[in-house]
């Protein structure tokens, strides 16, 4: 873009446009009956010490520092091929990419998330988000520090940033003010802890679903800021 656009629509992914609750469910299920309950919790027990490392969430990072313990088992390989492989597209909240489209009316919808540089560009992939938003897909180690970037490749007068994170929504909130609207909606582990709910200020806009988008018309979007 050389131009700023009057607004520009950012857009999380997991448990935001994808229910990644039930994907994390299906690994669960799938490591268990692959490998047994105990190797399943080591591989949980490495995944989060990775994530309080990292700042994020490296499935196949974990897979990698498991197989160290396991480098005589050839089923892990199998196991990569359920990651890459996982049919994402099943897993999109229902109207997510009609969400979408609606925003789409208005200005550029981008994807925005954290992760990996592998496993999360194949996820918004293989789910069809990158094709919803014509390819404008950022994914940072740390998204909410990223902002001077992500204004610089898609500048604007406004943004509205759709998060399931309230921690994300208020650090992003803190730097771009009044300039920026934050919609929650309450979907997946995070949006519905309480504690987690409690611990930050209110996004502008709530709503009970991603689909429930379609009712919002823009001035109310803008105006909430």
Known sequence: MTTPENVVFLLDVDNTLLDNDRIVADLDAHLRK???????????EIFEALRAELGYADYLGALQRYRMGKLSDP??????????????ATRLYPDAIN?????????????LSDGDVVF???KTQRSGLWDAVEGRV???LHKEQMLEAVQSLYPARHYVMVDDKLRILAAMKEILGKRLTTVFPRQGHY??????IATYPPADIMVERIGAI???DLPALLGAA
């Open 34 to 44: 692959t490998f047994g309950r105990d190797s399943r919790d080591r591989y949980w």
């Open 75 to 88: 089923r892990l390989l199998l196991m990569s091929s359920f990651l890459v492989d996982y049919p994402f």
């Open 99 to 111: 969400a979408i489209r609606h925003l789409r009316t208005w200005g550029p919808t981008v994807v």
């Open 120 to 122: 999360q560009p194949r």
């Open 138 to 140: 950022l994914i940072y």
């Open 191 to 196: 949006a519905l802890d309480a504690r987690n």
């Open 214 to 216: 379609v009712d919002c």
